[in-house]
């Protein structure tokens, strides 16, 4: 420790709030950032959208991977936070006082929205039926009717929340085949489609950035185990 | 005796210990904070770390959580309401005392 508050041997105030900073950009990795993570996940977006928008034949097997995407990059990006970004044991970043009001708020927009689609799926169903469709569309309404519960558990962070719904809609229609194509209700699906682009482009920029600090982060901190 | 001298000499002894002050410090930025990352960036052994932490535990500035991760032993640290004031009011003093002083 350097010079003086009030004796030679203090820490001085400059490095206590050197410390602090070092604290609070270390604990963002817990929940707000999560760099790579974020790549990736912006990088599954553009290739499911691209894939949909495209009309790619998938196979079985292809759409069963790309449908189990979200699920790995929850899988992956927890285990970014916890084995690469906070490298030096866990800090968890403090909560804010909106943050619980914003999660409920989420989970309940994606609840109504999940819904009502689901509503439309199973209406659309009823009018023509066909088991092939039911199949599809039973897949469909399961990974719809799973985004309120992944929103709260897992997709907490804002941006989080953006890749993770954006994947799990994504995942949903290439699992089952896109029940809606064909249909007036397509444009809606092309809308999302050149959404998900701009989220993906965000995504990832976004994500660079946090790796990039997440880099400068390291080497103080490798500086610091140095000079002790 | 001078007012100064009197400001510095009432600051709270437990959170002055250079050591003690940067535990907190860190501690008050954060909603829970591991034993590592503490030790990586305070500098301190474990032990002596570990003394200061019982220190500030004693005081009621932190509470200590002894958990396993897999197969390891972890331990995770959290400032206290009474800890976070006690930081809050050794600045205040602190800042005080040196004012007086010039």
Do not use: C
Not at chain 1, 36 to 59: N, P, Q
Not at chain 2, 15 to 32: K, M, S
């Amino acid at each position: 420790m350097g010079d003086a508050i009030g004796e030679h041997f203090q820490p001085s105030l400059k490095e206590l709030s050197e410390l602090e900073k070092l604290t609070r950009a270390y604990g963002k990795f817990s929940r707000d950032a999560v760099g790579l993570g974020h790549v990736l996940g912006g990088g599954l977006v553009f290739l499911s959208a691209y894939l949909l928008g495209h009309h790619v034949h998938l196979g079985v097997f292809g759409r069963l991977l790309l449908g189990a995407g979200p699920f790995a990059w929850i899988l992956g990006k927890e285990w970014l936070r916890g084995h690469y970004y906070q490298f030096s044991g866990r800090v968890q970043q403090p909560k804010r006082v909106w943050e619980d009001v914003l999660l409920a708020m989420l989970t309940g927009v994606t609840e109504s929205i999940s819904l009502t689609t689901t509503g439309f799926v199973v209406h659309g169903l009823l009018q023509d039926f066909s088991w092939r469709l039911a199949l599809s569309s039973l897949v469909y309404a399961a990974l719809l009717l799973a985004m309120p519960f992944m929103v709260w558990r897992y997709l907490r962070a804002p941006y989080e929340f953006v890749v993770g719904v954006a994947l799990l809609a994504l995942a949903a229609l290439l699992l089952s085949g896109s029940p809606l194509a064909g249909t007036p209700r397509a444009a809606v699906v092309l809308g999302f489609l050149q959404v998900s682009n701009v989220v993906a482009l965000v995504m990832v920029l976004v994500g660079f950035v946090e790796h990039m600090e997440f880099l400068k982060l390291r080497r103080k901190m490798r500086a610091l185990k140095e000079a002790a | 005796m001078r007012a100064d001298l009197e400001g510095f000499l009432s600051l709270d002894r437990v959170v002055h210990e250079p050591a003690r002050l940067v535990i907190l410090t860190v501690l008050a930025q954060a909603e829970e904070v591991e034993f590592r990352f503490l030790e990586r960036v305070s500098g301190l052994t474990k032990g002596n770390l570990s003394s200061h932490i019982s220190r500030l535990e004693e005081a009621g500035y932190l509470a200590v959580k002894k958990f396993f991760r897999g197969k390891l032993p972890a331990t995770s640290l959290k400032i206290t309401r009474s800890g976070r004031s006690a930081l809050k009011g050794y600045r205040e003093q602190l800042n005080r005392a040196l004012q007086r002083r010039g």
